[in-house]
C-alpha cells in the first residue's frame, strides 16, 4: 500500500511537467531594455492579385542606407531560414533596415531618401512598380518576435461590448488611392487622405509603430504582446527638418512630364506601450478579428441536417426494405416470387465481376486512401494545436511529409484491389500507384511554377527546393508505396461472398435516375451540400490572405462529409442494383466523387463574383491551383464512398442463401 501511494504521489509529481512545453519556435522570450528587436519583412500580397511578391522587389529602404549622405553600401536585407511549407507558399522573410530597440521610443526617424525621375528609364520604371502595387492594393506584412503586425481599421479606441472590440487586419497596404484608382481597401480614409486632393494615388512613406509589452514577476525582462502599425503619407521638406505631426500634409504619388522629379523621404515612429495581456493570449485579438464562429456552427448545423437525412433513408432501407428482402430471398418457398419482385439479388452471379480498367481504378484508390489518411493525421495534429497560426508554413509541411510518409497505406490498397480484381501485372500497378498521381500534381505544380517565375513573383518555388521535394518522391514517397505493394501482393486475394458467373447477364434497360451520367451527378449534391459553408472560408482565408485557425469546426465537416459521402453513394448503389445494374465499381468512385465538379464550379463562382483580380496570368494560376485542390479531393471523397458501397455491397450478399 505504502508503495502505492508512493508511486502515485511521483506520478502527481510528474504530471505538471509532463504537459508543460512549447513547440519549436513557437516558445516565449523576453527582451530586456535596448535590446534590439529584429523587424522582419515579409513577401507583399494583395486581394486583387494572386502574384505576390518579394519586399525587395519594390523600391523600398534596403540595410545600410544612410538617409543624411545617401546610399551606403546598400544591401538587400539577409534571409530567414524557412521551412518547407513557407517556401511553397511563397513567404520570403528578410531582416529589414528598420531599427528597434526594446522600451525605447523613437520620434520620426528618417530610414532613406528615394528620388525619381521621369527621364531616367530606371527610375521611372522602379516608380511605375510601386504605382502599380498601390493600385492593386498591395500589402506589407511585418514581423517582431513571430507576431505579425496589425493594422486597426474600425472600433480603434475599443469597448466592453463584443462589437465594441478593435477590428484588425493583418499587413497595412503600401499606400491608398482615391477616384477612379480606388478598388477593394485601398480607399483613402478621411483619417489619412483628404478627399480635397485631385491626386489619385498616395504612398505611405511613414509608419507609426506601436509595441505591447507584458512584465511579470515570472521572468526578467518583457514580453511582445502586440505589434500595431498606422501607415500614413507626409510629405517631408527635407532629411533634416521631418515632421511626422498628424496635421502635416500628405504627399501625392505622381511623376509626369510636368512634374519630372519626385523625391520622398521613408520615416518611422516606434511608441511602448505596457499591457496585462499575457503571452499565451497574444493571439486573441488577431483571431476574435477573423470571421465570427457562430456561421461555423450554422455551417455544421446545416451538414448535421443533411446526414440526419441521408441515415434516416439508410436506416429505413436496411431496417425495413433490405431486411424485407433478405427474408424473403431466404425463405425457400417463397424465392421464385422474391425474384419476380425484386431486383437486386438477381445480378448475385455479376455483381463481383472485375471492371473494365481495374489497374486504374486500383490505382485511383490507393492514391486516394494516401489522400484521406495525410487529411486525417493532419487535421488531428492541427487540432490538437500543433499547426497553430503561430508555427508558419506548418500546416502546409505537415501535408507533405505525411503524404510521403503514407505511401505504405497507398500502394497496400491498390495492390489488394488490383489483385481482387485479378489483375497479373503488379509491376505497372505498384509503379502507376508511385508515380501517377503524383507526376500529374507535381506536373501542373511545375508548369504554374514557371508562370511564376516569368513573373517575377516570390510565390516561385527555387529550384533547389523542388529538387528537394522529387528527392522526398523519389526516396521515400516510392519505397513505401513499393513497401507497402509488396505486403498486399503477399496476402490471399479477398474471397467474395458469391461466386461470378462465366456469361455476363444482360442489363435491361435503365431509368434516367439509374443512368450513368445522372447516377454520378446525383451523388455529389448531398455531399457538396455540407461543405460548401466551409468551403467558403477555405477559399477566402486562401485567396484573401486571412488567418483559418477554425481546425476544430473543419475536422467536423470532415468527419461529416466521410458519412454523407459514404451513405449517398450506398444510396444510389442500392437503387442501381435494384435496377440489375451491376455495374457498380466505377460509379461508386465516380459517384461519390462528383461533388469535386460543384466544387470546381462553385470555385469558379468565386473567382468572378468575390475576387477582385483581372488579368490572364491570375485566372490561369487560380484555375491551375484549383485543379490540384480539385484532383486531390475528386480521390479523398471517390476512395471514402468507394468502401463503404463495397462494404455495403458485400455484406448485403453474404447474409442471402445463393444456390
Excluded at 486516394?368 to 495534429?381: E, K, N, P
Excluded at 479477398?494 to 435516375?513: A, C, F, G, M, W
Aim: hydrophobic content about 45%.
Amino acid at each position: 500500500m505504502g508503495k502505492r501511494c508512493a508511486a502515485l504521489l511521483c506520478a502527481l509529481t510528474v504530471l505538471p511537467t509532463a504537459f508543460s512545453f512549447y513547440l519549436p519556435g513557437v516558445a516565449p522570450r523576453a527582451y530586456v531594455k535596448d535590446e534590439l528587436l529584429p523587424l522582419l519583412v515579409n513577401r507583399l500580397d494583395s486581394t486583387e492579385s494572386i502574384l505576390p511578391y518579394d519586399y525587395y522587389h519594390f523600391d523600398f529602404c534596403e540595410m545600410g542606407e544612410d538617409p543624411e549622405t545617401g546610399k551606403s553600401n546598400p544591401k538587400e536585407g539577409a534571409t530567414v531560414s524557412e521551412n518547407l511549407g513557407q517556401v511553397i507558399l511563397g513567404e520570403r522573410i528578410r531582416h529589414s533596415p528598420y531599427e528597434i530597440r526594446m522600451r525605447e521610443d523613437t520620434i520620426c526617424r528618417p530610414l532613406c531618401k528615394r528620388s525619381y525621375d521621369f527621364a531616367d528609364k530606371k527610375s521611372k520604371s522602379k516608380f511605375k512598380l510601386l504605382n502599380n502595387a498601390i493600385k492593386k492594393d498591395y500589402m506589407h506584412h511585418w514581423i517582431i518576435d513571430n507576431l505579425p503586425a496589425v493594422e486597426c481599421t474600425s472600433n480603434c479606441r475599443g469597448g466592453f461590448e463584443a462589437h465594441e472590440q478593435p477590428y484588425y487586419r493583418l499587413g497595412f497596404p503600401v499606400g491608398c488611392a482615391i477616384g477612379e484608382a480606388r478598388k477593394s481597401m485601398t480607399i483613402c480614409t478621411v483619417n489619412t487622405i483628404s478627399n480635397m486632393y485631385p491626386e489619385e494615388v498616395f504612398i505611405n512613406n511613414h509608419m507609426d509603430i506601436t509595441i505591447d509589452f507584458h512584465e511579470s514577476e515570472e521572468f526578467t525582462g518583457a514580453r511582445i504582446v502586440g505589434v500595431q502599425v498606422s501607415p500614413r503619407s507626409i510629405h517631408h521638406k527635407s532629411v533634416d527638418s521631418v515632421d511626422c505631426g498628424h496635421d502635416v500634409e500628405p504627399q501625392p504619388f505622381k511623376l509626369t512630364k510636368d512634374d519630372p522629379k519626385f523625391d520622398m523621404i521613408y520615416t518611422y515612429s516606434v511608441t511602448f506601450r505596457p499591457s496585462a495581456l499575457k503571452w499565451a493570449s497574444r493571439w486573441d485579438s488577431y483571431l476574435q478579428s477573423a470571421e465570427n464562429t457562430s456561421i461555423h456552427w450554422f455551417s455544421i448545423v446545416n451538414s448535421l441536417i443533411i446526414v440526419v437525412f441521408l441515415s434516416g433513408m439508410i436506416g429505413v432501407i436496411l431496417v425495413r426494405t433490405l431486411h424485407k428482402d433478405i427474408t424473403r430471398y431466404n425463405n425457400a418457398e417463397q424465392s421464385e416470387e422474391a425474384q419476380e419482385e425484386f431486383g437486386w439479388k438477381l445480378v448475385h452471379g455479376d455483381v463481383f465481376r472485375p471492371p473494365t480498367g481495374g489497374m486504374m481504378l486500383s490505382v485511383f484508390l490507393g492514391s486516394g486512401t494516401q489522400i484521406v489518411s495525410m487529411v486525417f493525421v493532419t487535421l488531428v495534429f492541427a487540432c490538437l494545436g500543433f499547426l497553430s497560426p503561430a508555427t508558419r508554413g506548418g500546416l502546409m509541411t505537415s501535408m507533405l511529409v505525411m503524404y510521403v510518409f503514407m505511401g505504405t497505406p497507398a500502394g497496400f490498397v491498390a495492390s489488394r484491389m488490383y489483385k481482387m480484381f485479378g489483375g497479373e501485372q503488379w509491376k505497372s500497378n505498384v509503379l502507376l500507384t508511385a508515380c501517377f498521381i503524383p507526376g500529374l500534381i507535381f506536373g501542373i505544380f511545375f508548369l504554374l511554377n514557371l508562370l511564376l517565375w516569368y513573373e517575377e513573383s516570390s510565390a516561385a518555388v527555387p529550384f533547389g527546393t523542388l529538387v528537394a521535394l522529387v528527392t522526398m518522391w523519389m526516396c521515400i514517397s516510392v519505397p513505401l508505396t513499393f513497401l507497402g505493394a509488396y505486403l498486399g501482393f503477399k496476402r490471399p486475394a479477398i474471397e467474395q461472398p458469391v461466386r461470378t458467373n462465366k456469361i455476363p447477364r444482360q442489363i435491361p434497360p435503365q431509368s434516367l435516375y439509374t443512368q450513368f451520367l445522372p447516377g454520378v451527378l446525383m451523388g455529389g449534391i448531398l455531399p457538396f451540400g455540407c461543405v460548401f459553408i466551409q468551403l467558403f472560408f477555405i477559399l477566402n482565408s486562401i485567396w484573401g490572405h486571412k488567418l483559418y485557425y477554425v481546425f476544430g469546426f473543419l475536422f467536423v465537416v470532415f468527419l461529416i462529409l466521410m458519412i454523407t459521402v459514404i451513405e449517398s453513394t450506398i444510396l444510389l448503389c442500392y437503387f442501381h442494383l435494384c435496377a440489375e445494374n451491376y455495374h457498380w465499381w466505377w460509379r461508386a468512385f465516380l459517384a461519390s466523387g462528383a461533388c469535386t465538379i460543384y466544387m470546381f464550379i462553385y470555385a469558379i463562382v468565386f473567382f468572378f463574383r468575390r475576387m477582385e483580380v483581372d488579368g490572364r496570368v491570375n485566372l490561369v494560376l487560380y484555375v491551375g491551383y484549383t485543379s490540384v485542390m480539385g484532383i486531390l479531393f475528386w480521390l479523398m471523397t471517390g476512395t471514402m464512398g468507394f468502401f463503404g458501397c463495397f462494404a455495403f455491397v458485400r455484406k448485403i450478399y453474404s447474409v442471402v442463401k445463393v444456390d
